[in-house]
Structures are given as C-alpha cells and as structure tokens.
C-alpha cells in the first residue's frame, strides 16, 4: 500500500474510495514531486488524499506582497 507523502496514512482517493495503486512508475513517483499533477487510475478525477485532504499536484498560492 502507497503512503500518502503529507499524512503518511494509506492513500486512497477522496472521490472514488479506492486504494491508490499507480499504473506506471512514473506516477509513483510523481507522487514525491509537490507540483507533478496526479490522476487516480479508477476514476480519473485528480487525486486527493482521502485521510488529510492534500491534493498532489496542486500548488499552493503565495499570498505575501511582493
């Protein structure tokens, strides 16, 4: 079973349920790559970590002035 990187609980998707398992290696590794956008393999949707909520790939905003 893949841990997610942020909470280091099991990953599983928060749209459809199912236990993340990465079709290509390149998936498992974009997982430890913060702005690397990630599809779950079942349901297509992008993947959310179902325990804490982190969504891989997206990029948080920058809200200080320059």
């Known amino acids: ?3 997610c990187s942020f ?5 599983v998707c928060k749209s459809c ?3 993340f398992h990465p079709r290509q290696e390149e998936t498992h590794i974009g997982l430890y790559q913060p702005d690397m956008a990630i ?3 079942l349901c297509q ?3 959310v ?3 804490c909520g982190y969504a ?3 990029v ?3 809200d200080s002035d320059p």
């Open 49 to 51: 970590c179902k325990a």
């Open 1 to 3: 079973m893949i841990k």
């Open 39 to 41: 599809s779950c393999p």
């Open 56 to 58: 891989f790939g997206e």
């Open 17 to 19: 349920g199912q236990p």
């Open 7 to 11: 909470c280091e609980q099991p990953l």
């Open 45 to 47: 949707k992008p993947l």
């Open 60 to 62: 948080e905003e920058d």
